[in-house]
């Protein structure tokens, strides 16, 4: 009987629960670089993709939204945006300290640094 009730509270207590919904998307956007003349553009041309991405791609409000890649290839920029709500931000936080270790790419190979000082 005692087995009966604690396993009938702890369903009722899991079906009590709600869930977290946590939004984390990365997205993938593009900037022509055949303009680009100058720093101040291409700073206004990224942030200008930045915002078509966050209004276009997603369906929340973001309060973290990080570049974690950006490629040159022919006359196009690529960057790669992390974007999350507060609630995607924390578990993000709480899933640093289980990552990759430090120096390694995505998929854990060294990473490639480069000692340039030369703007983007």
Known sequence: MKTMLAALFGIALMAAAVPAFAHVVEV??????????????????????????????VAFKPTLVALTRANVIGERLYVRLLMADAEGEEMLRDLVADGPPPGTDDDGAAAQRTNSREPI
């Open 28 to 57: 993938t956007t593009a900037v022509s670089l055949e303009d680009v003349e100058d720093q101040e553009t291409l700073t206004a041309a990224i942030h200008a993709a930045v915002n078509d991405a966050i209004e276009g791609a």
